[in-house]
């Protein structure tokens, strides 16, 4: 089941978000259940808290400037949430990462994870202005101050059990953040909340969020096209048939692209059989270059060359090779822009 990722600025209400949607998820599940079955769906909320991951772990200032590019304290972080994470993720659960979730390529790293196993992804994002943010972090900051760690410890504050951020290290963490693009992959879909949204609005979201990932309008998430087996081709040279499929594509791109970038190739079948054209999406503002293309083009052919010899996984044949390395030149060009 998805994945659901929590991100925003750090003290803007996440943490509160993700118990509501733990709690409507909860609600959700328990309904759709019959009386005495077994729920369909298991549920996981991990988050810094429920890993006794500590906030200073992202604080770069106590580091020299040298090393602050390599802060292995919060690789280590990441490290864990992603190990728990990857221990539940399955189509039988649903998981909730509540975190700053900051970094694009973490994000990217998270939804090739639910790729891998086929289970979507999604992104709710926190919206909170920096200066309420920052107001709620020196509210913590001075409720520490006045000598309330006995009772944060008793649960007594519930809001502050969440701890503060020193104020070098939240400006730092604001200053890093990378908004979500649901234009991409790995941020869409992408669902927001915003600070002032009452409960009537929180539910609407909610159950956009649950069409989406356990609904009727949760899609079928497809395995990576260039890491399916494949095997020789019976009907000829298999490496022959790699290296002549891909360089006609290339040559097909260099072409027919414009200098301005941002065109659709369109690639024919093999043979002409008739069937929808393959496209190629090159990205806009960019012309892609012969070296680009062939570098991409070597590894594809690298990933690939190791299906000689490889009877009954399934046949790669000279089409199956035209929209493998379709497939694989759109993801690449995707994640570049």
Excluded at 29 to 40: C, H, L, N, V
Excluded at 128 to 135: F, L, T, V
Excluded at 164 to 191: C, G, I, Q
Excluded at 267 to 276: A, L, Q
Aim: charged share 30%; aromatic share 8%.
């Amino acid at each position: 089941m998805p994945l659901i990722i929590v991100t925003g600025f750090p003290t803007s209400g996440k943490t509160t978000r993700a118990k509501q949607l733990h709690e409507y998820l909860t609600s959700r599940i328990q309904s759709t259940t019959p009386e005495g079955a077994t729920p369909k769906y298991r549920l996981h909320l991990i988050s810094d808290q429920t890993l006794s991951i500590s906030r200073s772990v992202y604080d770069l200032s106590v580091l020299p400037a040298h090393t602050r590019s390599a802060n292995a304290s919060e690789k280590d972080a990441r490290a864990s949430l992603y190990g728990a994470v990857k221990r539940v993720l399955s189509d039988k659960d649903i998981v909730i990462l509540d975190g700053l979730n900051y970094i694009k390529g973490w994000r990217y790293q998270l939804f090739c994870e639910a790729k891998a196993v086929r289970t979507p992804s999604c992104i709710l994002q926190i919206g909170c202005s920096k200066e309420r943010a920052r107001e709620v972090n020196e509210a913590r900051l001075s409720r520490e101050a006045g000598g309330d760690a006995d009772a944060r410890k008793n649960g007594d504050d519930a809001a502050a059990v969440e701890g503060a951020y020193e104020p070098a290290n939240w400006e730092n963490l604001v200053f890093r953040y990378e908004e979500p693009n649901p234009m991409t992959r790995w941020d869409s879909p992408l669902f927001t909340l915003i600070w002032e949204d009452g409960e009537q609005q929180t539910k609407q979201v909610f159950d956009s969020l649950w069409d989406v990932v356990a609904g009727d309008l949760r899609k079928v998430v497809k395995p990576n096209q260039a890491t399916v087996q494949r095997s020789r081709d019976a009907g000829g040279d298999y490496l022959y048939v790699l290296e002549r499929e891909t360089q006609e594509i290339v040559k097909r791109i260099l072409n027919q692209q414009s200098d301005d970038g941002g065109d659709e190739i369109k690639i024919p079948h093999e043979g002409g059989d008739g069937g929808e054209d393959l496209v190629v999406e090159l990205p806009a503002g960019k012309k892609i270059g012969l070296p680009q293309l062939q570098r991409l083009r070597r590894a594809y052919v690298g990933l690939n060359r190791g299906g000689i010899g490889l009877e009954n996984v399934g046949n790669m044949g000279a089409g199956r090779i035209r929209e493998s390395f379709v497939g694989y030149l759109n993801d690449a060009f995707e994640k570049d822009g």
